[in-house]
């Protein structure tokens, strides 16, 4: 659907050609939808009624909360689109940060729903950090799958039998 051959460099290409030398710009793009999508939605909340007098455990509780994994996520992604431009992303640079990252954000996420009242609207970031977080498991599946189909090297010694 859409070419991403001039968002990939070559090295990050041929590490990623087991599933396709264009995905992990698509999966970077993803993330970083997702990622800004739960950082508005994070803002607008706390902006309204997560930091209202009655909904709050301290000042800025809800700052404190609920912005730190999304804004780290943001930062981090935004830094993998010049990595994987200029540089070689490879899958197990993502396996290793998007895997971290999302069991960060997912407790973040956990944390943020159970800190609010149900009948509070406050809550509604901590679900959209949990969808980031199976984004970036998601990011995660497909660098495991870019890792197992990569060449693996052979024995030459054995060969001469």
Not at 126 to 132: D, E, K, P, R, S
Request: net charge negative; aromatic share 12%.
């Amino acid at each position: 659907m859409f070419n991403f051959n001039s968002w990939t460099s070559p090295q990050t290409a041929t590490s990623w050609r087991g599933i396709g030398p264009n995905k992990p710009f698509g999966l970077i793009l993803t993330t970083l939808f997702v990622t800004i999508i739960t950082l508005i939605v994070t803002i607008i909340l706390n902006i309204t009624s997560a930091n209202e007098s009655g909904n709050d455990y301290g000042e800025g509780t809800g700052w404190i909360v609920m912005t730190p994994g999304p804004a780290a996520t943001l930062l981090w992604t935004i830094s993998c689109i010049f990595i994987c431009r200029y540089g070689k992303f490879t899958p197990s640079i993502a396996l290793g940060t998007y895997l971290v990252i999302a069991l960060g954000i997912i407790a973040e996420g956990v944390v943020s729903i159970l800190l609010y009242d149900w009948h509070e609207i406050a809550w509604l970031p901590g679900v959209f950090m949990l969808i980031l977080g199976i984004d970036c498991i998601v990011f995660c599946g497909y660098a495991i799958a870019a890792l197992r189909r990569q060449d693996k090297p052979k024995d030459i010694a054995l060969d001469y039998s």
